[in-house]
């Protein structure tokens, strides 16, 4: 995959008294009431009993909160189109035919996801939009609020096929192959979902763009733990996913003395402990590959034939490794190979890394300008300053990071909790994220090349 | 449950050489080609192309091996009658009417299993009808074959229902409501068996019987790598199942800091290794808790939501621990509920003990007549003399060993394997756990009160 760093070309660092009046106001003009009766609204779609929404990407209700959004962005003067991956974009033009200005992020959900996820990133978009009309603000560049297809994943994998496949459309042809559960493919649900947009302009992938601002709920603990309501998102950490396969020999319970036995799950336990040593979980511990970030998790087990008085014949598990730090990725990949070596023969253990991604650093350049606009909007609230962090989840934003200077912007989520009906943000805190948004796209978007 | 221990009776350890004579020569008459027709035709039924053998209880094969054995009985002049239980008996009478000397195991199998896990022992007892005929023996007691029902409880749970039902006819009324995976009951398959044999007599459970001698197939690997064609058993472990329950935080993956981290599979992982420190797996070691037998499985797990990429929220896993020393087992549990609480707040772990059985202990006086049986068909065979082992594996003489004087005979299986269609003995030791069997019976049923 391509991941390219991005260096700040020197123009982005300066900073211009009045692009910073303009960005003051736009962020001045964001409305809280607005914002909020936006989120109910499209909320409607899929929203359940529990406080919930399940709008799995181009399902029926995905397609008429599609509409809904379409409907809304015409409202605010915006000019709409589509690409071949079903990419929604909302345009407001600016006063010179340059690249835009992105902003957006995902409409659709886990199967039982919530409010925000996504969705708040897509409206505070919009919001900004009513902002800059409500403050008679005219940008130099246009402005494109997107909604991404399939970000979730949850219904045809991978997940953001719609930012990956902007970014390089080549991937397109590969994610139409890919099935729900129900057997349909994604490229006929895809089909269908362009067909029923006769009246929408279609515009090509991966056309240039000036840069990208993400707007997303954390996911996480940590700007909670911390009482801060906006984060600057450094980066989005490197994963890499493995599966180890451990072979034993199936045999009885009880009549099998312990000094014949090939458990796998022995081997698997032994394995898995060893991988826990490296990441101590206690706050500043920096463990045996020295990284303080590093993130495991072995969340996915399959046990053969895992009954109570049978041994253990073969037992699979995933390892999830994260870090900003790929060095301490390789260090960490080796640590779990050094813990086959010594827990069983090599012939009994095989790994395979079947996903990987490399760490996405935001340019610095970008960084400032929201570090500037989260600041102004935090003070203005009396609520303490922004703090820096990185991201542990995968972003749209991490695609566009390969096409135009890009960076996010988190705002908290109650108890880390996402990709559940409970998740919840708090109403000032979604305001404030949108204020931050609305002075950053501004800002970027008074800018001259 | 019951479970006493017996104590020989003085009688019983006396050798007559008479009765000795009288063993011999029904041990001499034993028929290898006889014997091997017979396991051949009754693995006609349920047989698979793979060499093993599907005949689960009270299925429809199952009924017509029913009547084979019915016919095969009959045919060596024996009389045929049934429990309430569905259990088989073929009886030869003996000179007084007294209690009868029982062998025999069970006809039903695995799902997929072998040929000769139960139906050894009961065709063995067959044959060794077959050979008193020929050698024209006249025992005083009356000799009874028996087929036990359900030993395996695959279909219907829980296993050795027969058999416990036979000792004690009140567990009967609990079985009858076990459904099998199609919703069937057990009372009513066991209804429907019961009308099928018309011509079969009814007898009571829980019938005086004067020992109890069961042959079986070892299950297990220790016969064949000592290269002992058989074993003398003189016991069956104590079990103690336990669940597990490790309560987490189910979080993101990514976005969770090691640090906040509620990892159910973290914990489970360090119950486990603690677990298996208990019982090294070294021969001769004897390990933190002194028992040099104890064997510890850890077979089923169950992991929520078990994705890549969430942190596990509840972990669930079972302990299965067994030993022929109960003290053993005590110290084990107490370490068990120790590592939980070195890993996990007491809130966070559950720890239920679902199924237990003390140790059986068969006593001493019919072990030393098997002893002699074993010793005189190895030797003249030319092999290893016998050895004396534990079963780890639960049979029908576990609950026999409630009512009467019980022991069991054990022979090879070839890489320790069972439950599988790859289950196999040499015929020579088939052989030879025949003629045993026939000496044990023969000089148990020649012996007076």
Same mark, same amino acid.
């Given at each position: ?21 303009? /960005? ?5 003009? $964001?409305d809280?009431? %607005? @914002? #909020?009766?936006?989120?109910? !609204?499209?909320? =409607?779609? *899929? ?28 409202a ?27 902003t ?40 494109e ?14 997940? /953001? ?5 902007? $970014?390089?459309?080549? %991937? @397109? #042809?590969?994610?139409?192959? !890919?099935?729900? =559960?129900? *057997? ?23 056309r ?95 046990? $053969? ?16 490794m ?15 190979r ?20 490399g ?33 542990g ?31 919840e ?15 950053? $796209? ?8």
């Amino acid at each position: 995959m391509l991941n390219r760093l991005h260096q700040p070309k020197d123009t982005e660092g300066i900073v211009d008294s009045a692009v910073q009046a303009v /960005a003051e106001r736009a962020q001045d003009h $964001v409305d809280a009431s %607005r @914002l #909020a009766a936006s989120l109910a !609204a499209l909320a =409607q779609f *899929g929203g359940r009993d529990d406080g919930g929404v399940s709008r799995e990407t181009l399902t029926a209700i995905d397609l008429s909160a599609r509409r809904h959004l379409v409907d809304q962005a015409r409202a605010l003067g915006c000019q709409v189109s589509i690409d071949d991956c079903g990419n929604l974009f909302f345009r407001r033009a600016g006063t010179e035919e340059l690249p835009p200005v992105l902003t957006g992020s995902h409409a659709d959900t886990q199967p039982v996801g919530g409010k925000y996820d996504g969705a708040y990133g897509v409206l505070a978009g919009l919001e900004v939009i009513a902002a800059l009309n409500a403050a008679g603000i005219e940008t130099v560049r246009p402005i494109e609020v997107v909604s991404w297809t399939n970000e979730e994943g949850s219904r045809f994998g991978p997940g /953001a096929m719609g930012s990956s496949a902007f $970014v390089d459309p080549a %991937r @397109l #042809a590969g994610y139409r192959d !890919a099935a729900d =559960q129900a *057997g349909v493919r994604f490229g006929d649900a895809l089909d269908a979902a362009l067909a029923a947009s006769p009246d929408v302009e279609r515009v090509p992938m991966a056309r240039p763009m000036s840069a990208c601002v993400e707007l997303h709920i954390e996911q996480g603990p940590v700007l909670e733990a911390a009482a801060v309501p906006l984060g600057v998102v450094t980066g989005i950490q490197a994963v890499r996913w493995f599966r180890v396969e451990c072979a034993g020999t199936m045999a009885h319970a009880g009549t099998t003395p312990m000094a014949v036995r090939r458990d796998a799950m022995a081997v698997a336990v032994a394995i898995a402990q060893d991988l826990y040593a490296l990441a101590p979980r206690e706050p500043g511990s920096t463990g045996s590959t020295g990284a303080p970030e590093l993130r495991l998790t072995l969340g996915q087990w399959a046990v $053969v034939p895992n009954s109570v008085n049978t041994i253990p014949g073969k037992v699979t598990f995933t390892v999830d490794m994260r870090c900003l730090d790929d060095a301490a990725l390789d260090r960490a990949g080796a640590a779990l190979r050094l813990a086959c070596t010594r827990h069983a023969p090599a012939s009994d253990v095989a790994i395979t890394r079947f996903f990987h991604r490399g760490p996405t650093y935001f340019p610095e350049a970008m960084l400032a300008s929201i570090q500037r606009a989260c600041a102004r909007a935090s003070q203005l609230a009396g609520r303490a300053p922004p703090m820096r962090l990185t991201s542990g989840a995968f972003h749209d934003a991490m695609y566009l990071a390969d096409h135009c200077p890009t960076a996010m912007i988190f705002v908290p989520s109650k108890d880390g909790i996402s990709h559940n009906a409970a998740e919840e943000t708090d109403a000032t805190d979604l305001f404030l994220g949108a204020q931050a948004l609305a002075y950053t $796209v501004a800002e970027l978007a008074c800018r001259r090349p």
